[in-house]
């Protein structure tokens, strides 16, 4: 428990926030440039809930802020506080609640009866190059991770993350081989 709540009940955007200023501090602009990029084959969040739970965590001594004037602007500044990291090794010390997987691709297959077995195939294309664009940039991560092994500790846990995206890529894309010869083969026998 932290600070009388249980792991279950905390919210997961708190510890990717705190994840992320564990390594750097950032602006919120950053943060959500991190999740789009690095973290957005397994997580991300919108502005509208990242600036609240940067408020939040603030607001329970978990980060700070500060203002800073760069090229006539204010920008706020996010650092994550001692007590900020505590409750992160916390939360990664406590067991993963669930991994889940959600793709609107496969929703549409789920129900593709009502559309027919032509736009079916149309979902199963676009998710293949969708897929394919993933993992050619997953692979150069990879090989950019792996020539920077020796300077820093963390790459290696960056790069566990970038080799399961591989793994699950190339798996998505054996499927998608699979999933269209089931209809060219239905094509076939009628």
Request: proline residues 1%.
């Amino acid at each position: 428990m932290i600070r009388g709540m249980a792991m279950a009940a905390e919210k997961k955007l708190d510890c990717v926030i705190l994840g992320l200023l564990s390594h750097e501090e950032l602006t919120g602009y950053e943060i959500k440039k991190r999740m789009d990029t690095a973290l957005k084959y397994f997580w991300g969040a919108s502005y509208g809930s990242i600036y609240p739970t940067l408020s939040d965590l603030v607001g329970r001594g978990l980060a700070d802020k500060r203002e800073e004037r760069e090229n006539n602007r204010n920008k706020l500044i996010y650092t994550i506080t001692d007590a900020g990291r505590d409750y992160l090794k916390a939360w990664l010390k406590a067991p993963a609640e669930r991994d889940e997987l959600r793709y609107e691709t496969l929703l549409k297959l789920f129900f593709g009866n009502e559309s027919g077995e032509e736009q079916a195939i149309v979902h199963i294309e676009a998710f293949r190059e969708k897929t394919e664009t993933e993992l050619a940039y997953l692979l150069k991560a990879q090989q950019a991770l792996k020539a920077c092994l020796d300077e820093d500790e963390t790459h290696k846990y960056y790069l566990l993350t970038v080799e399961f995206g591989i793994k699950t890529c190339r798996a998505y894309l054996e499927w998608c081989g699979e999933a269209k010869k089931t209809f060219e083969n239905q094509e076939k026998k009628q």
